[in-house]
């Protein structure tokens, strides 16, 4: 990680200014003060030549992605056990793991594996899901803060219809939060805490109500599912038969946006009520295309979300999802936009790889503020790719290579990596002083 946040980075730069909206500036120079985009030019002004150049000729300069909803504990056993639903998945597959994370030896293993992939991939933000283990949930974001890459990371709380070996009593559970928070709270410059109730039926409503208590006192965001599975939708009705929908039952206990920065994983099943409900509380939504199709939830109508104009990033939910990478979570939500126009609604088009790259760029981003996109004002996170498009027996426009990186970019195609202005890695070595 290196800290020097003022210099220039030279390449073809592609960002997104909205869903439809691309901007190519090809061999060009970004332009970064003090961690922000200060522009794009086609030459060096003047007054930027005391500035370092970090010369990526040739090679693609995109914004970070941002990765709305992740499990870190589940990307041990990720690509595992795809052929049960969500409830015995969790109970046979995902929470077996996590109770492993009580030990902080295998903590320490198994989130440095984790974290040096994170390192290493498109993501520069994230929204981490931990365990409800205080200890090893501190131990992930030391690490985290050690790579440069901008975290939200959450404590796990679950106090009910999960089994002995992983579940708190409320008072604990409540406790153990506030206790975490006062010792991580301002502590570390890259990585926050995010209230985390793993979702309404693990949570009673004594234990919801006093989360999102917590978020006012200290100003905290909140992350958690919705409507994933059909299944799950049912349960939710007979633990909370007040509310109309899943969603009302959160909005009921004070956990759904307004006040509170919010994010929910999967939204598959919201009905009208639910996404008038979202968007007047400004909730985001973290579209998990890998996850939906791997424990058979189904798929978002993701068209009618963006239609409607809810606040939408791409998740990996690892490790329902199977990769870590959002290039590969781009082409899955392009492909099952497909089969949602093939086989569920005809009239609604599938999304567009511009789309999807606005998704996992700035739609994700702004869930950090100013972040995804390289307009100006906007917090410096940048991946250099050396993509395979050139020197091929044909050439491709700067747009088409950005098109074709979605449904093949390997990890090693990523060369350098900067996240508000800091340098996270640069293997392409490539810098000069003018
Ligand atoms: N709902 C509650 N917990 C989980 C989880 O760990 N993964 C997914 N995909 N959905 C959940
Ligand atoms: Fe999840």
Not at 271 to 298: F, Q, R, W
Not at 377 to 387: N, P, Q, R
Request: proline letters at 4%.
């Amino acid at each position: 990680m290196k800290k020097e946040t003022s210099f220039i980075l030279r390449g073809d730069i592609v960002y997104s200014k909205a869903p439809l909206e691309i901007v190519v500036n090809e061999d060009s120079y970004l332009v970064c003060m003090n961690g922000e985009v200060e522009g794009v030019y086609t030459s060096i002004p003047k007054e930027f030549y005391k500035l370092r150049l970090y010369n990526y000729e040739g090679c693609l300069i995109i914004p970070g992605m941002a990765d709305l909803h992740l499990h870190a504990p589940q990307y041990s056993f990720r690509g595992l056990n795809m052929d049960l639903e969500l409830i015995q998945w969790l109970e046979q597959v995902a929470f077996p793991e996590e109770s492993k994370y009580s030990e902080l030896i295998y903590a320490n293993e198994a989130y440095d594996y984790f974290v040096e992939d994170l390192k290493k991939s498109a993501t520069t933000r994230a929204c981490v899901f931990a365990t409800l283990h205080p200890q090893s949930t501190i131990l992930l974001m030391e690490k985290l803060e050690k790579t440069g890459l901008h975290c939200m990371v959450g404590k796990v709380n679950m106090d009910r219809n999960s089994p002995d070996y992983l579940v708190e009593g409320t008072k604990d559970s409540i406790t153990r939060t506030k206790k975490w928070i006062t010792s991580v709270k301002d502590k570390y410059q890259n990585v926050i805490p995010i209230i985390t109730p793993r979702f309404l039926p693990s949570c009673t409503d004594e234990l919801m109500i006093e989360l999102g208590n917590i978020c006012r006192e200290y100003q905290l965001p909140l992350q958690s599912h919705l409507s994933e599975n059909k299944g799950e939708i049912k349960w939710v009705k007979e633990l909370f038969p007040s509310a109309d929908s899943y969603s009302a039952a959160y909005e009921q206990l004070g956990t759904f946006g307004g006040d509170i920065h919010t994010v929910m994983a999967h939204c598959l099943y919201i009905d009208k009520y639910e996404m008038d409900l979202m968007k007047k509380n400004g909730v985001y939504m973290a579209h998990c295309p890998s996850s939906n199709t791997n424990i058979l939830s189904g798929i978002a109508p993701l068209r009618t979300y963006l239609d409607y104009k809810i606040q939408i990033g791409l998740g990996s939910d690892i490790g329902a999802g199977d990769n870590l990478s959002l290039f590969n979570v781009m082409a899955e939500a392009i492909k099952v936009s497909k089969l949602y126009t093939c086989l569920v609604k005809a009239e609604l088009k599938p999304i567009t790889s511009r789309e999807a790259f606005y998704l996992a760029t700035k739609g994700g981003g702004s869930f950090f503020g100013k972040v995804g996109s390289f307009e100006v004002g906007y917090e410096l996170d940048a991946i250099i790719i050396k993509d395979y498009s050139q020197g091929q027996p044909r050439d491709f426009q700067v747009e088409e290579r950005l098109e074709r990186l979605i449904y093949s970019a390997k990890e090693n195609d990523i060369v350098a990596k900067y996240c508000k202005g800091t340098q996270i890695f640069d293997c392409y070595k490539s810098n000069s002083l003018l």
